[in-house]
C-alpha cells in the first residue's frame, strides 16, 4: 500500500479504497488475510481505530469477513462483485461524461477504435481485463 495520504478525503476511506483496488488487480484474491489491523497502523503511524473503521466498511459491503482470532480475509468472489459494481458504476457516471467529451471533440468511433487498437498492440494500454 502507498503511505502517501491525500488531503482531501478521510484516511480510513482512502484505506478501504486501497484494499478495493488491491483486490481487482488480483493483488488480494479470495480467502488472503488482510494485513493485522495493528501492522497497518503501526507501518503508517495511523490510530488502529482508523484502520479498523476502514476495514470494517470492507465488511459492511461484504468483500471481507472477520474471523473471530485468526484476522479479515477477502471474501469468495470479493473480485467478481467489485467489476460488477465498478463496471456499472462507470457506465452509470463515467461513460457520459466521455461520451459528452466525444461529441464535443468531434471525435469519431472508428478514429478511437483504431487508436485504442494501435495502443494494445503496442502495448500502452492499462490492465483492462474483460470479465462478464
Not at 44 to 60: A, H, I, S
Not at 76 to 98: C, H, S, T, Y
Not at 110 to 124: M, N, T, W, Y
Amino acid at each position: 500500500m502507498d503511505p502517501k495520504w491525500n488531503e482531501d478525503a478521510p484516511i480510513y476511506r482512502q484505506l478501504r479504497d486501497r484494499v478495493v483496488a488491491m483486490i481487482l488487480e488480483g493483488v488480494l484474491t479470495d480467502g488472503d488475510a488482510l494485513p493485522s489491523v495493528r501492522n497497518v497502523a503501526a507501518e503508517y503511524r495511523l490510530n488502529p481505530l482508523t484502520v479498523l473503521k476502514g476495514y470494517q466498511e470492507l465488511v459492511d459491503e461484504g468483500l471481507v469477513e472477520k474471523k473471530r482470532g485468526r484476522g479479515m480475509f477477502v471474501t469468495d468472489g470479493a473480485r467478481v462483485q467489485l467489476l460488477k459494481d465498478e463496471r456499472q458504476r462507470f457506465k452509470e457516471k463515467e461513460w457520459p461524461l466521455v461520451v459528452a467529451t466525444i461529441e464535443r471533440l468531434g471525435l469519431s468511433p472508428e478514429d478511437l477504435l483504431r487508436d485504442i487498437a494501435q495502443s494494445v498492440a503496442s502495448g500502452e494500454s492499462g490492465k483492462g481485463e474483460k470479465n462478464d
